[in-house]
């Protein structure tokens, strides 16, 4: 097995390679002046099992035109398979057409990845409507979580937590959580009118007075429904809110915007970000040892 880290994988692929000890190189990128992308290998790759480490965050676009480029070129030049390991995978959220004359982005993008990836290791991706990922892609699947080690966070650094998912498709991350620890949990309702207005409600009555409130989500984008379901935590009396999600996009000022509102954020480091405390590398290693295990 060969790791190459593609141009938004090298926080994670050495780590990975290195738990594995697995050969590792870096896939070289460049841009043409007309903003056009190149990719070089700088290994040989026949007859390897090539594995793909490529998270999808700035210009999401250039990071899959990218492993398109590269997994094609790894079969040409003779790879035996290609595997992509997603760290954050975009367009999950796209599962339908929510308008009228809309793409289905989910669909068209996993068409694209079926076609020139022979398996897909996925970490917490958006699962929504399609629940599972063997109905999002046809080639191997698997859905990795970083759910433990938020659970381990919280034990280690928050006492007397109270978990609190911000919407009905949170549940997946914020009970779970709960679960682990033991601890009470309760989720929200969101309507979102546009990407910037969001409203959300308690569905529960639950008791937050002088607690450590720890909102628990799969992405933090805008910032805006952490934003608002921390206005209704702190009206319901919260000592102190937490943050801590899956993936922290954090797009424009939405890390500033969340610190000025006293949200206390944490996220994985699934995407390289100022909160990223959480170690991934651990879980994506294990979960390959098994893949290299049940061959
Ligand atoms: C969507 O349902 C996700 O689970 C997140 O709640 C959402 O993507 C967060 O987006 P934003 O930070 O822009 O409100």
Request: charge should be positive; charged fraction near 25%.
């Amino acid at each position: 097995m060969l790791i190459i880290s593609c141009s938004h994988g090298k926080h994670l692929g050495y780590l990975i390679a290195g738990r594995l000890h697995k050969k590792y190189s870096n896939l070289i990128v460049n841009k043409f002046p007309d903003h056009e992308l190149r990719i070089r290998f700088e290994v040989d790759l026949k007859n390897k099992n090539v594995v793909l480490v490529q998270s999808f965050y700035g210009n999401v676009s250039d990071c899959i035109i990218e492993i398109i480029l590269a997994a094609k070129t790894a079969k040409e030049l003779g790879a035996r398979r290609v595997m992509l390991i997603a760290p954050y995978f975009p367009y999950m959220r796209q599962d339908k057409r929510f308008h009228k004359g809309e793409a289905v982005s989910q669909h068209i993008i996993a068409d694209l990845i079926d076609k020139y990836f022979d398996a897909v290791y996925l970490m917490d991706p958006h699962l929504h409507r399609k629940n599972k990922l063997e109905n999002v892609f046809k080639i191997k699947s698997k859905k990795l979580t970083a759910n433990s080690l938020i659970a381990d966070y919280i034990k280690k650094h928050i006492k007397n937590p109270v978990i609190i998912g911000p919407d009905e498709e949170s549940y997946k991350w914020a009970k779970n959580v709960a679960e682990m620890l033991n601890v009470e949990s309760g989720i929200l309702k969101k309507k979102r009118y546009s990407p910037y207005h969001v409203e959300v409600k308690l569905n529960k009555k639950i008791d937050l007075k002088d607690k450590n409130v720890v909102i628990v989500d799969d992405i933090v984008s805008t910032g805006h429904t952490i934003l608002e379901t921390a206005k209704i935590l702190k009206k319901l009396g919260a000592k102190n809110i937490y943050c801590i999600c899956a993936h922290g996009i954090f797009v424009n000022d939405a890390f500033k915007k969340l610190n000025k509102a006293g949200v206390k954020v944490v996220s994985t480091n699934t995407i390289p970000n100022k909160a990223a405390k959480i170690e991934v590398s651990g879980v994506i290693a294990s979960s390959l040892k098994q893949f290299l295990l049940n061959r």
